[in-house]
């Protein structure tokens, strides 16, 4: 039983660019929660979704951040004209279900910005 | 707003001495509360949880402690071992916000040899 999954593990990209990360949950899992992890640091809620909707995203920066779950497919942080401040590590994590609260976490990607 | 706040953000022992992390959280329906152990470069991973329905959960050398009433809990690790070292999350699943989970800040722990 494969855990959570997340691709790519790192990437470079220059200011302006475009980050897209993906997150494969667990087997059987409909709920995906994204954190963004800056060195040091604590890990910072940005978004929770089912398959294609958005429960939460009080977390996530209103301009060039989005997220989405499809029904097919693994979920999608995509961060758009990227600045040096959104190097960190962005983990997702994901859970069986509303009421199934454990959440297991991907080994993360790390995210740099040149 | 939902918070989580952890004491203390960084502990060192000596190697077979007890650890202790406490935290303390803001939303009284909150009724979830797991712990996370995060080692260095990798993902952080469960180590035990506690559900507000009771006041202690122990898994051999980790205890968890959780007093509804003052919000707080805390996660007690004995016999600490070097391989003990990492830094360790609690937090908590806030009721009043579709259920997320917030984490505190995080306490490196040191076992030292």
């Known amino acids: 039983n494969a855990g959570v999954m997340q691709n790519p593990r790192h990437l470079v990209r220059r200011r302006g660019q475009e980050a897209r990360l993906r997150c494969s949950p667990m087997k059987g899992h409909s709920h995906v929660y994204w954190y963004r992890q800056l060195p040091e640091e604590g890990l910072k809620f940005m978004v929770y979704l089912q398959k294609e909707n958005i429960i939460d995203e009080s977390g996530m920066p209103k301009e060039r951040f989005s997220a989405e779950f499809p029904k097919e497919g693994p979920s999608i942080l995509r961060i758009q004209q990227v600045v040096r401040g959104d190097s960190a590590a962005y983990f997702c994590?994901?859970?069986?279900?509303?009421?199934?609260?454990?959440?297991?976490f991907g080994p993360g990607t790390r995210l740099l910005v040149l | 707003g939902e918070n989580v706040e952890q004491h203390p953000s960084t502990l060192s022992v000596q190697e077979g001495d007890s650890a202790v992390i406490k935290c303390t959280y803001s939303?009284?329906?909150?009724?979830?509360f797991p712990w996370y152990k995060q080692e260095l470069g990798k993902r952080p991973q469960l180590i035990i949880d506690?559900?507000?329905?009771?006041g202690e959960k122990k898994d051999q050398r980790i205890a968890v402690t959780l007093n509804k009433t003052a919000k707080h809990f805390s996660l007690h690790i004995t016999e600490t071992q070097p391989e003990d070292s990492a830094v360790y999350f609690c937090a908590g699943r806030m009721k009043t916000s579709y259920d997320k989970v917030i984490f505190g800040p995080g306490t490196s722990l040191s076992v030292i040899p």
């Open positions: 994590a994901s859970s069986l279900g509303m009421y199934q609260e454990t959440q297991y």
């Open positions: 506690i559900r507000s329905n009771v």
């Open positions: 939303d009284s329906a909150s009724n979830y």
